[in-house]
């Protein structure tokens, strides 16, 4: 069963602004099976995390719903939870760290298309330094949430 992407999609239903009513129409599902899909009784298929994240407009549905199966969760990091600019910013300085501190020792390594045994520590560094926070603000910029601020509630007040 998938761990926390149902309370995901509610959040995502109602950062677009849409009620169960409106989102079950438009995704052509009950009310009951949205109810069901949000509390996490009942597991999203493919097709329909696509719908949601099409409907709802926001991409991060589909990194997250991969992220929340076997394959994903073994592969994909979890995305920080930021907005568009500040995916942005990270993003640069990701790019800005690989080429200005990792890049030129990339290149050496890569220059005779093999890792030999005095490369291979620097190799790790690279790839855990430099290329998967580089990787990890890409597509954390790629499904960047589309966030709206939403009114408070009256208990918040």
Not at 70 to 86: I, P
Not at 89 to 96: G, H, P, Y
């Amino acid at each position: 069963m998938q761990t926390y992407f149902h309370v995901f999609i509610k959040e995502c239903r109602l950062n677009a602004g849409f009620s169960k009513i409106k989102s079950a129409r438009l995704l052509n599902v009950s009310e009951r099976s949205l109810s069901d899909y949000e509390s996490g009784k009942t597991a999203v298929d493919d097709a329909l995390a696509v719908k949601m994240a099409q409907i709802y407009n926001c991409p991060a549905i589909i990194y997250c719903w991969t992220q929340d199966n076997a394959c994903g969760r073994l592969w994909l990091s979890k995305l920080d939870d930021k907005c568009l600019s500040q995916n942005i910013l990270c993003n640069f300085s990701s790019i800005e760290t690989m080429q200005n501190e990792f890049l030129p020792k990339l290149i050496r390594i890569g220059q005779d298309n093999k890792i030999d045994e005095q490369e291979r520590n620097i190799f790790i560094k690279i790839k855990e330094h430099g290329l998967k926070p580089l990787m990890k603000s890409t597509i954390a910029l790629l499904f960047s949430k589309n966030k709206k601020s939403r009114p408070a509630k009256a208990s918040q007040l």
